[in-house]
């Protein structure tokens, strides 16, 4: 059975400093893998995904994630954090049936 | 871009009313979802339908039903509500793969329910 796990619940960082938030998998066979980003009171928001090809990955906002398949991880990372990255980030993994959602890392910025 | 649109974005029901959340998009998807999300859960599937009139269980159905008559609309219902069944609760909507590639899900807003 395909699962996703984010160890981190909460995660608090300076304005500016650097992100990178954990994601890791467990898929059958090769894994489709996504990021998005929730901000409160909203849906969720695509922020990047991997299928194929070059395991690092550029999104929106700034943000990249790099797929590691030795370690089932697929982290997401932002050089310089801005007040309004503070939201919930939510990794995914799956195919063409079903994508699984892990239980999300909730970001909080202080200036 | 895509839009989704869930009807309401707050409901408050009462227990044993049965209840209607409604999903719209408008870019001709062929499969739809819905989830609940709740807080340390993340989302958890209800059901997804890859077509008009097709729908298949997700990971939590039971307490729910869902209807597809039109492309375009994803109905889900709470058939005797419960206060178990108080959350926040997403539809998404997909393309179908085009060429090798499996497309992203895209969401609406939420409706936040809750029973009484």
């Known amino acids: 059975a395909q699962s996703v796990t984010q160890p981190d619940i909460h995660i608090t960082v300076s304005e500016g400093a650097s992100l990178e938030l954990r994601c890791n998998y467990s898929?059958?066979?090769?894994?489709?893998l996504f990021w998005y980003v929730q901000s409160p009171g909203q849906g969720l928001q695509l922020l990047l995904k991997y299928f194929s090809g070059d395991t690092l990955v550029q999104g929106i906002k700034g943000f990249e994630a790099e797929f590691k398949r030795s370690q089932s991880s697929f982290n997401l990372r932002k050089p310089s954090v801005h007040w309004s990255d503070a939201a919930e980030y939510f990794c995914?993994?799956?195919?063409?049936?079903?994508?699984?959602f892990g239980t999300g890392t909730k970001l909080q910025v202080i200036p | 871009d895509v839009k989704v649109t869930q009807s309401s974005r707050y409901l408050v029901k009462r227990t044993g009313e049965k209840v209607f959340l409604e999903c719209v998009q408008d870019m001709d998807h062929e499969n739809m979802f819905w989830y609940r999300q709740d807080p340390g859960l993340g989302l958890r599937l209800i059901y997804f339908?890859?077509?008009?009139?097709?729908?298949e269980k997700g990971d939590i159905p039971e307490g729910y039903s869902v209807s597809r008559e039109k492309k375009e609309r994803f109905s889900l219902i709470l058939e005797s509500a419960s206060t178990n069944q108080t959350s926040m609760y997403l539809c998404a909507s997909r393309t179908d793969r085009t060429g090798d590639y499996i497309q992203p899900q895209h969401f609406g807003d939420g409706t936040r329910l809750s029973i009484l």
């Open positions: 995914a993994v799956g195919g063409y049936q079903k994508v699984t």
């Open positions: 898929y059958g066979a090769t894994p489709y």
């Open positions: 339908s890859y077509d008009v009139k097709m729908k």
